[in-house]
């Protein structure tokens, strides 16, 4: 994911003047409440010398859980998620808004992105080579997590009469929760709601436009470049808003169209930098996964040992990929199908890419490139210090190959952040309307909000505004999670019997339309 924990706010206003006076103020109202609020959010629960949040705990706990109790449903399933995507089993006439392939394409644009250029540079410096095993590992344990939510996001989804879709966790909490009583159950769920809102205005919103505006800024000469005053920042956040009014003013439909050619594109060029980095160094290959193997083992020098490492690991993917913090679900049930679960087999493909696959060519590129300014992170921690900038550690290793790189970087954060801001949108969107209700002027209402904080996203930092977002986002997970264990027997009983059908060859049959069968008998 892209939350502010991955890297820390660029100030887009140090004047001294109107603007700096008015981002000074906010952080200075927000900081004691966003100390209180994230530190419960963010309590740490210790083992030995080592402490970690207690939600990644919730959150990867979860994940073995799921992985288990659908019987490693991550491994055996990916064969059927492949030809749900590639709409095997699908129909024209399936109720939704999207097929599977933009459904997918969506929620992984909220996702992919800064966590995974950024956490895992931050990571290499926290736990070494090692915490790649880990972060492997819990991306793994994510896509019994993303199964599970949004089969669920899909089962309860209500089809509205013009077509539109509402979903996610805001109809499933409500049933999961209605035996603890009707106000108990509207509570939780709002409380779910209210945080999403919170985050896709502020994090997934002003953050994603704040650093996308600070490296376009940062490779156009820096602040005494082309972009350095506030008036370029005001122009910039202009522009990056008409961008990306052009897409959300559409809905999901033209959500999903965008994502479903920026997502591979942009995936593409930041998958063939990585490669690049990786051939240049190819004799280093070998070395690199014994480190990777042996650092997750025996992590000599790095702060708790094998626990420390592993906790590194497990806490950089989960803020990575959203599992089980519900929002992906939002984005999932727009999906025009039948069969809820076969939404929940496409959901594996999202940890699956942006944690296993995204996150861990990060890491290599980083480990293989073995620039001065890693080993310089790693002491500075080992000293007692702060992770450094991990989009440095990053963009340091890509300059390893060609100087120019790190221009490439710029380009695959931008389309990262521009991807995150659409789709964040829709998930506020979605929250709005279960607060509010739904209605033309609403919708409007809430457009016209997003987009002013996009464009103070360029021109302030509201750096404690952007903390307390990112800590609402964590309060999803409690109570997302709580929901789907007590719907764990509804899951699975679809699991089981689409399955059953698939084996049988029933599902053959929903992805020929009526005219192709009447077609064939006229033929016969």
């Known amino acids: 994911m892209n939350a502010a924990r991955a890297v820390s706010m660029a100030p887009a206003s140090e004047d001294g003047g109107l603007l700096g006076t008015i981002d000074s103020a906010v952080n200075s109202f927000f900081e004691p409440i966003t100390t209180v609020f994230s530190g419960i959010v963010f309590f740490p629960v210790s083992i030995g010398d080592f402490s970690f ?28 998620a492949t ?16 097929p599977h392939f933009q459904a997918l394409t969506s929620a992984l644009s909220g996702t992919v992105g800064l966590g995974n250029i950024a956490g895992v540079g931050a990571a290499m410096a ?100 082309l972009l350095g005053s506030a008036g370029a920042a005001l122009i910039f956040g202009l522009v990056l808003a008409a961008l990306v009014a ?83 679900a939002i984005a999932h049930s727009a999906v025009k199908t039948r069969r809820p679960v076969s939404e929940g087999f496409v959901a594996l493909f999202e940890p699956l890419v942006d944690t296993v696959l995204i996150c861990t060519m990060t890491a290599l590129a980083i480990i293989m490139a073995s620039t001065p300014s890693l080993q310089a992170g790693i002491d500075q921690v080992q000293a007692g210090g702060d992770a450094p900038d991990g989009v440095i550690l990053t963009s340091d290793a890509f300059a390893t190959v060609l100087p120019w790189f790190p221009i490439v970087l710029s380009i695959a954060v931008a389309l990262f952040a521009y991807s995150t801001l659409i789709t964040w949108s829709y998930y506020g969107l979605k929250s709005w309307e279960y607060l509010f209700g739904r209605g033309k ?33 964590f309060v999803c997970a409690f109570v997302n999670l709580l929901g789907v264990y007590l719907l764990l027997p509804v899951i699975k009983k679809e699991m089981k019997q689409y399955l059953a059908d698939r084996k049988s060859g029933k599902l053959e049959m929903l992805g020929i339309d009526d005219d192709d069968i ?3 008998a006229a033929t016969a």
Not at 144 to 165: M, N, P, Q, W
Request: with cysteine.
């Open 126 to 225: 926290l736990g070494g080579p090692g915490a790649t095993f880990w972060m492997i590992l819990a991306g793994l344990l994510g896509m019994a997590s993303k199964f599970a939510e949004c089969t669920l996001g899909v089962k309860y989804r209500e089809v509205h009469e013009d077509g539109s879709i509402s979903g996610g966790p805001f109809k499933y909490l409500p049933v999961a929760f209605r035996r603890l009583g009707r106000w108990p159950a509207k509570i939780l769920t709002g409380i779910f709601a209210v945080a999403i809102l919170i985050f896709g205005i502020a994090g997934g919103n002003m953050f994603q436009a704040n650093q996308t505006f600070a490296q376009i800024q940062n490779v156009t000469g820096g602040e005494d470049g």
């Open 246 to 328: 052009v897409v959300i003013l559409g809905g999901i439909k033209s959500i999903g169209a965008t994502t479903s050619k920026l997502v591979p594109a942009m995936g593409g060029i930041y998958i063939l930098a990585c490669l690049f980095v990786i051939i240049v160094n190819f004799e280093n290959v070998p070395a690199a996964f014994g480190a990777i193997i042996e650092g997750a083992f025996r992590p000599e020098g790095f702060a708790g040992g094998i626990l420390g490492v592993m906790i590194v690991g497990f806490q950089r993917a989960s803020f990575s990929n959203e599992a089980g913090v519900g929002s992906a």
């Open 53 to 80: 949040p207690v939600v990644v705990a919730w959150l990867i706990l979860a994940g073995i859980v799921f992985t288990f109790y659908f019987g490693f449903i991550q491994f055996r399933g990916l064969k059927v």
């Open 441 to 473: 002027r609403r919708e409007i209402a809430y457009k016209v909000i997003f987009l002013l904080f996009t464009v103070a996203g360029c021109v302030l930092s509201f750096s404690q505004v952007i903390s307390f977002a990112d800590a609402a986002l």
């Open 83 to 98: 030809q749900v995507v590639r709409g095997k089993f699908s129909s024209k006439d399936d109720p939704g808004e999207v």
């Open 518 to 520: 009447e077609a064939a």
